[in-house]
């Protein structure tokens, strides 16, 4: 029985529904970000995050920063791309233009590989891209949350590495990680950046991303310096900058995140303590059980409701069910309902859906998230909850 006061189940795709216990991490007495304590529990988290991306790999770097998933991109743009770049961002929806303008603050050249709204680049159509140009990074966002467009990630990394080695496979799992399986060494993927507030199932403010070796080598072989402060690899990994806090043993003043690792005092930049201990909180829950479990537990909810939607005589935009994401659906309206038609309604229901993103289509269709608690915990009901609330809502506008 959860303990947080009655309110409208979120099932919008993140922020979601949180747990009691990670909610109440989030109450933490407050503590030195240096003090051993909390740079225990951060290495926890650091180790963590390694389990939950799947990688063994000394060589490769978690970081988790304050801020939110869009963080990541700047931290990939101002870290593994320099001016002058190319960069091909593979389009599934709202969050590759989102991308590929991120890379042109920086000066780096976006080239965008478009599909129908609803579809994915074929590997074939990738092919012939990364054969007609040498490409530093290319870009993939594993989950659209404006479209639940599912992109596959091991045939397109092991394409790239075919066809163009050097380039760094970089995936936008802000609405995948935690829901959708990830195997960061055995895909040999370079970088995966995500957020704390969707299937991770932490509430918003912390931005994640695990780096492999080759792009740690990547950045270390740059020729201009990163044109960013805070989000500088430059200032989180080793380097010859000493720290303002000089009372450190000199040993702990360089290494920022590796130093959190090690569980040894460290520091750049002041953390969000609290955040971190319902991170903590969150990956402990999270690894308690099977990862396989865990996906598979996302990939039957999700069947359940598509299914669910298809017997209300619904469609999805993701019209291919090799496309169609396990921890979001976007559901396309009857002709002529608008979002303001029935979220309204829902949520006089006690659900939180979300309204359209695409910006050609917005006004044609609604989003539905499940992920995390809704999906793992037995007790809750939000998804039956949610379709029964749609089904009231379109027979009150005579669409039953």
């Not at 919008?12 to 991490?25: H, M, Y």
């Not at 074939?124 to 989950?143: G, M």
């Not at 080793?238 to 460290?266: F, G, I």
């Not at 002041?270 to 099977?290: N, Y």
Request: proline letters at 6%; charged letters at 20%.
């Amino acid at each position: 029985m959860s303990s947080q006061p009655p309110h409208p189940a979120l099932l919008i795709p993140g922020p979601i529904e949180f747990d009691d216990a990670v909610l109440q991490s989030m109450s933490h007495y407050s503590e030195s970000h240096v003090g051993a304590p909390f740079v225990s529990t951060f290495g926890d988290v650091l180790s963590n995050l390694r389990k939950l991306f799947q990688t063994t790999d000394p060589a490769s770097q978690p970081f988790v920063l304050s801020g939110s998933g869009t963080l990541g991109w700047d931290q990939v743009a101002a870290n593994l791309t320099e001016p002058g770049d190319e960069a091909l961002v593979l389009h599934t929806g709202y969050f590759a233009d989102s991308f590929a303008d991120c890379f042109e603050t920086y000066g780096v050249k976006a080239t965008q590989l478009k599909a129908a709204i609803g579809d994915r680049p074929q590997l074939d159509e990738v092919e012939k891209a990364l054969r007609e140009k040498k490409y530093k990074v290319l870009t993939v966002t594993h989950v659209d949350t404006s479209t639940g467009v599912l992109s596959e990630l091991k045939a397109l990394s092991e394409l790239v590495h075919r066809v163009s080695p050097d380039t760094l496979v970089v995936v936008d799992g802000v609405c995948s990680v935690g829901g959708e399986e990830i195997k960061f060494d055995e895909w040999k993927l370079d970088v995966v950046l995500t957020a704390t507030q969707k299937a991770i199932g932490c509430p918003a403010g912390l931005s994640v991303l695990m780096a492999s070796g080759r792009a740690i080598e990547v950045f270390k072989a740059r020729k201009t310096r990163p044109n960013s402060y805070f989000g500088s690899w430059k200032n989180w990994l080793p380097s010859k900058t000493d720290s303002l806090y000089t009372y450190l043993p000199q040993s702990n003043r360089l290494a920022v995140m590796q130093n959190y690792e090690a569980k040894k005092a460290s520091y750049f930049a002041t953390p969000s303590p609290q955040l971190i201990h319902a991170l903590d909180t969150a990956l402990k829950q999270i690894l308690s059980r099977p990862l396989d479990q865990r996906f598979a537990d996302h990939r039957n909810a999700s069947q359940t409701v598509k299914k669910a939607i298809a017997n209300l005589g619904l469609k999805q935009l993701a019209t291919k069910p090799e496309n169609q994401a396990n921890t979001m659906t976007a559901i396309v309206l009857p002709e002529g309902v608008t979002p303001p038609d029935v979220v309204p309604s829902l949520l006089k229901k006690g659900v939180v859906f979300a309204g359209g993103l695409h910006k050609e289509i917005a006004s044609k269709y609604i989003r539905l998230g499940h992920m995390g608690v809704s999906v793992t915990d037995p007790d809750r009901s939000d998804l039956t909850k949610a379709i029964d609330a749609l089904r009231e809502s379109l027979a009150e506008i005579g669409q039953a």
